[in-house]
């Protein structure tokens, strides 16, 4: 941690970001500068001097290269579909909010990801603990930080992927429901999921949220895959019934 690029922390990026940097910030959080009389004196342009080529250097880094350090002091879930339902949930929201800064969106994402893990509480975004989370992770080193977003990104893709990739492979297609408009339905699939939770494994409303969302995938995609297994049976019947009408004649 004694190199200066670890005392940049992720609260600096937006400034790092900006066309115009707050480098008298950065002077003062990264380098130890302060406007008494012999800093401004003797100090002022060699301190400029750093922060200038400190955001240079950033700026001119290859973000989504940045990989997982081991030093990261964040902890982190061994894979993102451990988080409960409901974080999983606003995490995928992240992407419906329209053009988000990103600094914004790197801390919000690993808040969300790492609260519950780091805290070991309920996950509720709207108590004090996640606001004081959410300030110690924006504490944090930025080059760790970018790391530990660009793996729980990675895992998020690789996740969204999988559960596609399996819910397709039962899908049951009906003309009738597409006909009558039963893609509306898909409006309502949380909370049905949400009641479905409750009933499966006979918790309350607000501990359905609290559960792992692998869990609740993998219990709707059983209830799916059983779905698809009774529509090919049935169809099964129908071309056993047809063919014994068949010969009948």
Known sequence: ????????????????????PDYASLMMDIFGYNNSYLHKKFLFVRHFKKA????????TMKPDEI?????????????VDHISFRAMMELQGLSTQGHRPVNELILDTITIVCYGESTEL????????????????NDQPLIYMMGLHNHISNQLIASQKAWQERFDSVDVDDP?????????????NVINTVKSICADFNVSYDKAWQMPYALTQTNSYAKASYAYTQSNMQKLKEIKMEAKRKEKK
């Open 1 to 20: 941690m004694d190199h200066p690029i670890h005392k940049v922390k992720l609260k600096h990026l937006e400034t790092i970001l900006s066309e115009k």
């Open 176 to 188: 009738d429901y597409h006909q009558a408009g039963g893609e509306r339905m898909a409006q309502f």
């Open 122 to 137: 309920d996950y509720d975004s709207n108590s004090s603990s996640f606001k004081r989370f959410k300030q110690r992770v």
């Open 67 to 79: 990989p997982l350090d081991p030093n990261c002091k964040i902890k982190f879930p061994a894979h």
């Open 52 to 59: 200038f080529a400190m955001v240079q250097f950033l700026q």
